[in-house]
């Protein structure tokens, strides 16, 4: 059975290889994009890990409920959006976050499924491709997808802060675009 299906798949990628030419399309950026630097990146992600860490220590509510709760930073920027259980847990996150420039989206209510973790990352697959497939380097946007709404942070014009606000407002299963870029017009 194995060598059959072997000799199948190899005669269909023949056929195919002979039928099919590839081709590369260049999409022409007018727009300098401006990215992060692997040390920046380094930064943000013990900037993340730091704030989770110090909220974790705080109470065990952040570590028994991860999937309720997520916490990324960008270009020294920290993002929080959660779901918390009351209003105690939302004072820990408003006392427990000591950083100069950070937004927050927190909703009081039932915690997140691991079922609605696992569709915020799909949704976010689906995101990055609808901006590949509109010519957008989608490595420049940084997407977080909490509950179906969609937080972009990453380094923009204003032409493109507005395209790719579009393009995302257009995926299925987005609710909300939440824009954190910062823009760097030229």
Known sequence: MFLNTTSIVIAIFVLLSGCVTSSTVQLE?????????????SSDDELASDVVRQLEGRSQWFVNQRSSFEIKAFNNVILVVARVPNENILGIIE??????AYNTDISIGPPRTWASSASDSTLATQIKSSL???GIDASIVNITVFSGSAY????VDSNQRDFISDVVSR???????????EVIDS
Do not use: A, R
């Open 171 to 181: 995926v299925s299963g987005v609710n909300k675009v939440v824009d954190l870029f």
């Open 29 to 41: 950026n007018p727009y300098p994009i401006k990215t992060i630097s692997f040390s920046q990146k």
């Open 152 to 155: 972009l942070m990453g380094f």
């Open 132 to 134: 590949i497939l509109s």
């Open 95 to 100: 006392e427990g976050v000591s950083h100069d």
